[in-house]
Nanobody
Framework: QVQLVESGGGLVQAGGSLRLSCAAS????????VGWFRQAPGKERECVSA????????YYTDSVKGRFTISRDNAKNTVYLQMTSLKPEDTAVYYC?????????????????????WGQGTQVTVSS
């Protein structure tokens, strides 16, 4: 079993920055692909960014390219999402998810159904 805990959300003004963390416990996180998703009120959950277990392959949805950076510290069993130049439309609950089924080393995943474990989410609110 893998437990995921997100942290780092909060209220920030437009143009500001936040860094989200996804910490894993229970089993080693370094072997898993990880994704960051978000869900705004009334909208479907979408994949914002994803990273392969090696950290060498990453994905960003178009709306966050150049503003968000995903990274991982496998020694700390933690994946980060650095968010800069935040916009009001980034407001959502952000979730991290882990996939334990291979291939994982160089492949990332973008679909909700492709992930096995989810965190409880952290709220990000960007004021205009």
């Amino acid at each position: 079993q893998v437990q995921l805990v997100e942290s780092g959300g909060g209220l920030v003004q437009a143009g500001g920055s936040l860094r989200l963390s996804c910490a894993a416990s229970g089993r080693t996180f370094s072997a898993y692909a990880v994704g960051w998703f978000r869900q705004a009120p009334g909208k479907e959950r979408e994949c914002v960014s994803a990273i392969a277990s090696s950290g060498g392959s990453t994905y960003y949805t178009d709306s966050v390219k150049g503003r968000f950076t995903i990274s991982r510290d496998n020694a700390k069993n933690t994946v980060y999402l650095q968010m800069t130049s935040l916009k009001p439309e980034d407001t959502a609950v952000y979730y991290c998810a882990a996939r334990t089924r291979g291939p994982l080393y160089t492949k990332y995943y973008q679909q909700i159904r492709e992930y096995d474990y989810w965190g409880q989410g952290t709220q990000v609110t960007v004021s205009s």
